[in-house]
């Protein structure tokens, strides 16, 4: 198992920038290929974006290609997803997610965090 923290997550205005950390312990993290997803109220879990374990290959949702880059820091165990063009439909709870293996754009992940909160306005 592995422990992930979310950490900056705030309230910014349409066209501004955020950048999520996801911090990880108990476990080596580049053994983990590493996501980012988010929900909205009344809506399911969504695929945002993710990293191969080596951070060789990311990929996007098209909702947010272009704007959202993923990131891997492996020394320091972290994973990052900087947001810039925010747009009010990018309000959410965002959650990082860890997974042994190949990395996939689906929910099949074994290890989540608690979530931190995005809002946008507009």
């Known amino acids: 198992q592995v422990q992930l923290v979310e950490s900056g997550g705030g309230l910014v205005q349409a066209g501004g920038s955020l950048r999520l950390s996801c911090a990880a312990s108990?476990?080596?993290?580049?053994?983990?290929?590493m996501g980012w997803f988010r929900q909205a109220p009344g809506k399911e879990r969504e695929f945002v974006a993710a990293?191969?374990?080596?951070?060789?290959?990311?990929y996007y949702a098209d909702s947010v290609k272009g704007r959202f880059t993923i990131s891997r820091d492996n020394a320091k165990i972290t994973v990052y997803l900087q947001m810039n063009s925010l747009k009010p439909e990018d309000t959410a709870v965002y959650y990082c997610?860890?997974?042994?293996?190949?990395?996939?754009?689906?929910?099949?992940?074994?290890?989540w965090g608690q979530g931190t909160q995005v809002t946008v306005s507009s």
């Open positions: 997610a860890a997974r042994r293996g190949i990395v996939v754009v689906t929910t099949s992940y074994d290890n």
């Open positions: 108990g476990r080596t993290l580049s053994d983990y290929a």
């Open positions: 990293i191969s374990r080596t951070g060789g290959m990311t």
